[in-house]
C-alpha cells in the first residue's frame, strides 16, 4: 500500500477498502484557499491510485464541512498591485480542478456534510457520487452576493442533480436552505442527527464496499456517461473566464464590498 502524502490542509487516510479525504482548516471552518484546493487534488490523485479503496469518505474536520471560498481573497486593499490576469486566471481555475478531480476519482466518493455547506464546498459536495448530511447543516451559495458568478463547474452540477429552475433560484437569491430542502430536491441523499451522522455514513459505505470493485465501477461510470451527455461540463474551463470579468467589473465589485460590509468583513 502507497504511503499517503503528507498535506498541510488535508488528511488521508486509508484502511482497506475505505479511504478518507478530511478537509483539516477547522480554525477557517474549511475555507477553501488556492493551497488548499491544490491539496485536494493531490489527494484525490492519490486515492485513485489506490487499486484496494473501493470508497472515499469526504468531510471536514471541526464545526464545518466547508464554507466555501476563503473570502480574504476578495478583501485586497485597493493600494496593493493587483496581479496579473493571466494570474487572475490559473487561480480562479483551481476550483474546477479540484472538483474534476473529486469527481472522475474511480472509488465511489460520499460526501459527510455538516456544519456549514457553501459556495464552493457545495461544489465539492456535487463533485461527490453521494451525500449524507446533519440535520442542523446550514446551505448557501453567497457568489452572487459577492460580486461573481458561481464557477468551478457548479452550475452543470447543480442542474444535473437538481433541475434548472432550483439551480436559478439557489444561485440568483443566494439564500440559505437547511438539510431538510437539500433531501427534498435532491441535493443530498440522506439525512441524520449530528450525533448520529457517522454512523449513517458508516451504514451507507458499509453496503457499498459489499459489492465488486467491477460492478462499482461500471455503474458510476454508465451513470455519469449518462448525465455527462444530459448536461455536459466540458464548458467549464471558461468558469475562470467568467471570474476574472466579475473580478474586474465595477458594478460587481461594488456588490461584493457592500456584502463583505453587511458580513463584518
Same mark, same amino acid.
Given at each position: 500500500m502507497s504511503t499517503a502524502p503528507s498535506l498541510a490542509s488535508i488528511q488521508v487516510t486509508t484502511e482497506e477498502a475505505i479511504g478518507r479525504l478530511t478537509l483539516h482548516r477547522p480554525e477557517k471552518l474549511n475555507a477553501l484557499n488556492a493551497q488548499l484546493l491544490e491539496e485536494i487534488v493531490?489527494?484525490? $490523485?492519490?486515492?485513485?491510485?489506490c487499486a484496494e479503496v473501493k470508497v472515499v469518505i469526504v468531510g471536514g474536520a471541526g464545526?464545518?464541512?466547508?464554507? *466555501?471560498?476563503?473570502?480574504?481573497?476578495?478583501?485586497?486593499?485597493?493600494?496593493?498591485?493587483?496581479?496579473?490576469?493571466?494570474?487572475?486566471?490559473?487561480?480562479?481555475?483551481? *476550483?474546477?480542478?479540484?472538483?474534476?478531480?473529486?469527481?472522475?476519482?474511480?472509488?465511489?466518493?460520499?460526501?459527510?456534510?455538516?456544519?456549514?455547506?457553501? *459556495?464552493?464546498?457545495?461544489?465539492?459536495? $456535487?463533485?461527490?457520487?453521494?451525500r449524507v448530511a446533519a440535520v442542523d447543516t446550514v446551505f448557501s451559495i453567497p457568489e452572487l452576493a459577492l460580486g461573481i458568478p458561481l464557477t468551478w463547474g457548479g452550475i452543470p452540477r447543480l442542474v444535473r442533480d437538481i433541475g434548472a429552475a432550483r439551480t436559478k433560484d439557489l444561485v440568483m437569491t443566494c439564500r440559505r436552505f437547511d438539510a431538510e430542502e437539500a433531501l427534498a430536491i435532491g441535493l443530498v441523499n440522506r439525512i441524520a442527527?449530528?450525533?448520529?451522522?457517522?454512523?449513517?455514513?458508516?451504514?451507507?459505505?458499509?453496503?457499498?464496499?459489499?459489492?465488486?470493485?467491477?460492478?462499482?465501477?461500471?455503474?458510476?461510470?454508465?451513470? /455519469?456517461?449518462?448525465?455527462? *451527455?444530459?448536461?455536459?461540463?466540458?464548458?467549464?474551463? /471558461?468558469?475562470?473566464?467568467?471570474?476574472?470579468?466579475?473580478?474586474?467589473?465595477?458594478?460587481?465589485r461594488q456588490v461584493g464590498e457592500a456584502y463583505l460590509r453587511t458580513i463584518g468583513r
Open positions: 493531490a489527494a484525490a $490523485t492519490f486515492l485513485d491510485a464545526r464545518a464541512f466547508c464554507a *466555501g471560498a476563503d473570502v480574504s481573497a476578495f478583501e485586497s486593499p485597493a493600494s496593493v498591485k493587483a496581479p496579473a490576469t493571466g494570474e487572475v486566471r490559473a487561480s480562479g481555475d483551481l *476550483g474546477r480542478a479540484m472538483a474534476d478531480a473529486v469527481e472522475a476519482m474511480r472509488a465511489v466518493t460520499v460526501a459527510r456534510i455538516h456544519g456549514h455547506c457553501v *459556495g464552493g464546498g457545495i461544489v465539492l459536495a $456535487t463533485a461527490c457520487d453521494l442527527s449530528l450525533s448520529s451522522l457517522d454512523s449513517a455514513v458508516d451504514e451507507l459505505v458499509g453496503t457499498l464496499v459489499d459489492k465488486s470493485p467491477l460492478t462499482l465501477d461500471a455503474t458510476k461510470r454508465h451513470v /455519469n456517461a449518462i448525465t455527462d *451527455g444530459m448536461v455536459g461540463k466540458a464548458r467549464t474551463w /471558461n468558469d475562470a473566464d467568467s471570474l476574472v470579468t466579475a473580478l474586474r467589473d465595477h458594478a460587481s
